[in-house]
């Protein structure tokens, strides 16, 4: 599995420069000759899609900070501005809003599709942690981004939000403060919130770049969860995965542009054209979509303390999945009950999901409750006792096998 | 480096060990004004000063809020049913013990001034509402009374008071 051709400078410029900087070379070793499984399925385009959907992001956002303005006194003035009177302005603001969603939902189909197919396991454990750590990265940059526009929405938000950390003892009260810089959420959270949503995409790119790294030393998982033995098992980067991934990206891109163009404010909320007011509280406040599933656990436990631990819990045992799942076989195709008790898991994630925009009484909360107990019960019972007792499938001699029918396998 | 671990210090471990500690500080001392800057800085204390209310205005069963430290200030001139409803709790049953006299000051019964933040995640309740006639909050459904304590949701305490004092019968001094 050494890979495929390796890269040859041809012009006396490029021999030159491979001296003092390879980084054509680095380029061409880890995206184009690179060795990925050749049965990679379209789970494995998400990857790239995040990546595309970060810059998207970061050029967005770049162009609207030339028109936005991070006072309390001008900040949903100068949206405003930038939806009438910014030439443009509009679809900027609509692409940024809606590619947050985007970028979450990317985030969440290509985390499923790792542990669906066990792609947290040895020796892929730091890379799956640095994901996680870009979940958390992104959850604090979206939520910084939500709170600009200074609606309600935005307003409340940063009260929630930032009032979890009173919970903490003895120093809570003074770390929200810290905070707000203030007694409340005022014009010094505001600017300090910009100057981090700005910030933060850089340090994800950074740590993208990280993910990417340890990716290309321990090698892509695939379907079968076997590693590749001999070169027959992958097939080179370009153009193989760079096709596959750019076909994909296009299809992504109709959904996106379905919503920038024809329901642009769906996945946001009406309360946040209405400018930020300390003194009324909505009747209904909810996080954005993406954040519902973590907002439900919250609201399921009625003590402070504990509901704002198991909100911080249920994103953290993430990082512990590597050492929580104890089972050898890595994909879901060769664990029977691992295969169905992940679906049941998803429908879990989605149900928080739901539960977390309806209102905090009655059968809601039961059901919260419920589903929350089933959440951590997943990562701390199903999953350890499940890699003891199941009775896993036997796995294919090589990936090749895998894929191509029994006479040419040996051929090709 | 020596190859030999010599059982004495030697003048170049305290050398690396002075470094390091002068670098340790260095660093410590350079966070403190970096984290600091985040506090509420001296215009926003200053802007924190004590405000009067008058309280003629408010009639009674009428509840008015005020702003002060950008925090929003309840003010409810009680009727005689929310203060008895108040005062006729068996106090064993509260998650946040504290009897009705605390939470007003001493022959001013019926006005009721607290900081109208929920306790569980800094909501605005509102006020005569909810199971108990005193707060509601929209956010998570906590449940407040008509002395401001909490009796059911996920908030863990009492409604808090701001420090006031009456300066005369009908007015008085928040901060
Ligand atoms: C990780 C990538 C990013 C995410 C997930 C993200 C997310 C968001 C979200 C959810 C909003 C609120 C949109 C709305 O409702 O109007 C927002 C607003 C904003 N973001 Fe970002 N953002 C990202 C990167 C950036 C970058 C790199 C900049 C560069 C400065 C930036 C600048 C802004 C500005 C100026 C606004 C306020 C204007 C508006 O509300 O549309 N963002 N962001
Ligand atoms: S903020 Fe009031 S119940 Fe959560």
Known sequence: ?412 | MTTASSAEPTRRDFLYIATGAVGAIGAASVLVPLIAQMNPDASTIAAGAPIDVDLAPIAEGQAIKVFWRGKPIYINHRTKKEIDEARNVDLATLPDPQPDSARVKEGHANFQVLIGICTHLGCIPLAHQGDFDGYFCPCHGSQYDTSGRIRRGPAPANLPLPPYEFVSDTKIRIG
């Open chain 1, 1 to 412: 599995m050494s890979g495929h051709a390796t890269y040859q400078p041809q012009s006396g410029f490029m021999k030159w420069m491979e001296r003092r900087l390879p980084i054509a070379g680095l380029v061409y070793s880890s995206f184009v000759a690179y060795p990925t499984p050749r049965n990679l399925n379209y789970w494995w385009t998400f990857g790239g899609i995040l990546s595309v959907m970060l810059v998207i992001q970061i050029i967005t956002g770049i162009t609207l900070a030339m028109h936005y303005t991070p006072h309390v006194d001008l900040a949903f003035k100068s949206v405003e501005s930038i939806m009438r009177d910014v030439n443009y302005g509009w679809l900027l603001r609509y692409v940024h809003a809606n590619g947050a969603s985007m970028f979450f939902a990317a985030a969440y189909i290509h985390m499923f599709r790792g542990m669906y197919y066990g792609s947290y396991k040895d020796p892929r454990e730091v890379l799956w942690i640095l994901g996680v750590i870009l979940l958390l990265l992104m959850i604090a940059t979206g939520f910084m981004g939500y709170v600009l526009p200074w609606g309600q929405m935005s307003f409340w938000a940063a009260t929630v939000i930032t009032n979890l950390f009173s919970a903490i003892p003895v120093v809570g009260e003074s770390v929200v403060s810290w905070l707000w810089g203030g007694y409340s959420v005022g014009n010094p959270t505001l600017q300090r919130f910009y100057s981090l949503h700005y910030l933060l995409p850089f340090v994800i790119a950074g740590v993208v770049v990280l993910h990417v790294w340890a990716l290309h030393v321990v090698g892509q998982n695939n379907p079968t969860g076997i590693d590749p033995k001999t070169d027959k098992d992958t097939v080179p980067f370009t153009p193989y995965a760079t096709i596959k991934d750019s076909f994909f990206l296009a299809l992504f891109f109709i959904v996106f542009s379905f919503f920038i163009f024809y329901m642009p404010n769906f996945m946001g909320h009406a309360d946040n054209y209405i400018p930020a007011n300390p003194a009324v509280t909505p009747s209904h406040i909810v996080p954005e979509w993406y954040y519902l599933p973590f907002y439900a656990i919250l609201r399921a436990i009625p003590n402070k303390l504990l509901g704002v631990g198991a909100l911080g819990a249920s994103i953290v045992i993430l990082a512990f999945l590597p050492w929580l799942d104890t089972s050898r076989v890595r994909s879901a195709r060769y664990r029977p009950y691992f295969k169905q008790l992940f679906w049941v898991f998803v429908a879990v994630c989605i149900g928080l999901g739901w539960l977390g925009g309806k209102p905090a009484e009655g059968g809601y909360v039961i059901a919260s409750r419920l589903l929350t107990a089933y959440y951590f019960a997943h990562f701390l019972i199903i999953l350890p006792l499940l890699g003891i007792f199941e009775k896993t499938k036997p796995l294919p001699n090589s990936i090749s096998e895998s894929v191509l029918p029994p006479t040419t396998a040996g051929t090709r």
